[in-house]
Nanobody
């Protein structure tokens, strides 16, 4: 299995930027599709972005498209989420997640598909 640890969250004003990181350990990182999810107060966990094992394919939720960029560095066993033009509605706990089903594409975005999760990092955007 793979262990995931997020970092980089914090408090930022609307319009600002943050870069989240997800450090992976355990099995071979490049064997896993990766994703970012978030859960705001009183809301269900929702998909934010996904990236394929090679990094060649990505997928974004409509709410973050054009503002967020997902990337990964397999040599460093790390994944990133660059978040620009942040809005108060982006406030949430952000989680990185992984699954090892190579036959699935990044179009699969349901949380139940992902087997491994980090503990989450809080992002708060003030207005």
């Amino acid at each position: 299995q793979v262990q995931l640890v997020e970092s980089g969250g914090g408090l930022v004003q609307a319009g600002g930027s943050l870069r989240l990181s997800c450090a992976a350990s355990g099995r071979t990182f490049s064997n896993y599709h990766m994703g970012w999810f978030r859960q705001g107060p009183g809301r269900e966990r929702e998909f934010v972005a996904a990236i394929s094992r090679s990094g060649g394919s990505t997928n974004y939720a409509d709410s973050v498209k054009g503002r967020f960029t997902i990337s990964r560095d397999n040599a460093k066993n790390a994944m990133y989420l660059q978040m620009n033009s942040l809005k108060p509605e982006d406030t949430a706990v952000y989680y990185c997640a992984a699954h090892g089903r190579p036959w699935l594409t990044v179009a699969v975005t349901t949380p139940a598909t992902f087997d491994y999760w980090g503990q989450g990092t809080q992002v708060t955007v003030s207005s």
